[in-house]
């Protein structure tokens, strides 16, 4: 996901490597994003909580879109912060 791939490049600043410790990865890159950017806790939650059901259980039309509005909030606050751009 993108957004996984942008907190890795800012953590990656600070020579953390999420990706190294696979069983604590996706419970690290939480903690350490929300302590980062502690204003996108709740699109990070509300992210990977739609993440899990649209990708099991099938398309939920308004849950995906609030979940494309938090991946959006959640990019734009990483580059205004980092100075790093994505596409």
Request: positive net charge; without cysteine.
């Amino acid at each position: 996901m993108k957004v996984e791939q942008a907190i890795e490049a800012v953590a990656s600043r600070e020579n953390m490597h999420f990706h190294l410790t696979p069983r604590t990865a996706h419970a690290e890159r939480i903690r350490w994003s929300k302590e980062k950017f502690p204003s996108l806790s709740k699109d990070i939650d509300a992210l990977w909580g739609a993440y899990g059901t649209l990708g099991y259980e099938g398309a939920d039309g308004e849950r995906a879109k609030r979940a494309l509005e938090a991946m959006e909030r959640i990019l734009n606050e990483i580059s205004s912060k980092t100075g790093l751009r994505f596409r």
